[in-house]
């Protein structure tokens, strides 16, 4: 499917959400509670079979809103499409998608512990990079590095 | 009290003797981890329920690193994630912001970095390979990839001054034309390097034991490397004919006659450890046919030409991702237009093909969870970045 098509094809088959065209591949804007629903449909849908999750990136916007980009691709098809969900930062609760695409697990975990978006619903939601009991998410743009962990200076 | 082993299975059953779960832990130092990778193993007797990976004893944050950098400042950081493709690596980030800003590359330069790339993907599988045997017990083999991996090393020495970690791709061009010699020296190489597959092949591939040892161990359905966002060999070896060079073009690829390599499941199942291995092996001899291809019609011409005065690139974001040797290395690149980059996130083929380890590892001993690791072939730089 080209672009134009698939643009055609998600407009029909999502007629309530925001869709940009970004240069060549298209991209969908989802509602956080509508996210898991959203990919069900995009992985099953023979037109689509968006069944690979690429890339799955936390992103601080810096505008008093988180980001969560969703890069997916076609085994089968070939083509790409990107998902964007944004969310408040005093309230960043996200659908998981770790039951659609299985790679999401971690990828989500990730973007828990250096973003700190929360995903609802995932099964395992810890730390992955940091330690367990580091506090603060790093990536954040307002995120200021600790003068102490666990009592000790850290050097920097 | 004295009871058979009959009596005591028949207490277990009813449940009137009660057996428990043994939680062993693997690393973080540990040989066969490959770094600092702790594996916490739920046992059951000798037979594995569950593998619990725990990461980032390595974690330096490369993408907190990145935003405080300007973009070709970022360009050594990315050689320090996967510290044995670093070529890839830079050839993913440059290749990424060049298309933000949609800079064309003279032909030379594109000719460079393919031969360069494609002889980082030998050296990579060379390590590869020879620690895998040696995860599983021989040794030999070790020796013989770790002395062919040394003339690459001495090529990229001689054209960057590095051996391991070379910030080589620039954006735009190279940091160095190539050394005089050096169409001769990659020449050489492949006349010296070729009969060492063979070698290999007698020594370890076919050898029994290590058929043995790998075949139809950790066999990666098709279903479930997808699902898991699984690339590179690892995809390859499930018999997923599916390669970014060829699938999702960049540089040059498209202009050389080469094949896809895939797991047959020729010494077992198609998916097992074994054909994961032997995908790396059939690479190499791949990566020898682009090199020679490239080398007949290597360009003379100006590498820096391109190079831009002022990186800043105009706003927007890109996701683009190359073939490392272990897979899809993507970069998700936004820029806001400054000198630095906004957000850098790398989606490193390592972290992505180790979090399937629980999936194959179930219902395997303890000696197969070393197999699986080497033949996942991962490098904690990356996963952990």
Known sequence: MNTKDMFDHLAALFPDLELQLDEDVPCIIVPPDAIREVGLQLRDDEQLLLDSLMCLSGVDFADGTLGVVYHLHSMLHNHKLTVKVVVPVENPHVQTVERVWRTADWHEREAYDLIGVIFDGHRDLRRILNPYDWEGHPLRKDYEVPEFYNGMKVPY | ?385
């Open chain 2, 1 to 385: 009290m004295s009871q058979t082993l009959e009596a005591l299975q028949e207490d277990i059953a009813a449940g009137r003797l009660k057996t428990d779960e043994l939680v062993l832990n693997m690393g973080p130092q540990h040989p066969s981890t490959h770094g600092v990778l702790r594996l916490e193993l739920v046992l059951d007797g000798e037979a594995v329920v569950k593998v619990i990976p725990h990461l980032g004893y390595l974690h330096r944050c490369f993408e907190k690193h990145a935003e405080a950098m300007t973009y070709p400042q970022v360009i050594p950081y990315t050689d320090r994630m996967d510290y044995l493709a670093a070529m890839n690596n830079n050839h993913g980030y440059a290749l990424a912001i060049e298309r933000l800003m949609g800079i064309e590359l003279p032909e030379r330069v594109e000719y460079i970095r393919v031969i360069m790339a494609e002889l980082q993907r030998i050296a990579s599988h060379l390590v590869a390979i020879g620690t895998f045997g040696m995860d599983i017990g021989a040794f030999t083999p070790f020796l013989y990839c770790f002395r062919d991996r040394e003339y690459i090393l001495d090529i990229f020495e001689r054209t960057c001054g590095a051996r391991l970690l070379y910030n080589y791709m620039w954006v735009g061009g190279l940091s160095h034309d190539v050394h005089d010699g050096f169409e001769k020296d990659v020449r050489d190489f492949i006349k010296r390097f070729r009969p060492t597959i063979k070698e290999v092949n007698d020594l370890l591939n076919y050898n029994k034991i290590f058929i043995e040892r790998t075949a139809n161990i950790g066999v990666l359905p098709v279903d479930v490397a997808v699902s898991y966002g699984c690339s590179g060999p690892m995809l390859r070896g499930s018999g997923v004919d599916f390669d970014l060079r060829r699938d999702d073009p960049y540089s040059i690829y498209d202009r050389f006659d080469w094949q896809v390599c895939v797991g047959k499941g020729e010494a077992g199942t198609v998916g097992d450890c074994w054909d994961r291995h032997m995908v790396r092996v059939w690479e190499m001899e791949q990566s020898c046919n682009i090199i020679e291809q490239a080398l007949e019609t290597f360009p003379p011409g100006d590498i820096t030409e391109a190079i831009p005065k002022r990186i800043r690139p105009p706003k927007g974001e890109i996701y683009t991702r190359v073939e490392n040797p272990r897979g899809e290395l993507g970069y998700y690149v936004i820029s806001d237009g400054s000198a630095n980059p906004f957000r850098v996130k790398a989606r490193g083929p390592s972290f992505v093909n180790l979090s399937v380890i629980d999936e194959i590892s179930r219902g395997h001993l303890i000696a197969d969870i070393v197999a699986i690791l080497g033949s996942i072939d991962i490098v904690l730089g990356e996963i952990d970045r």
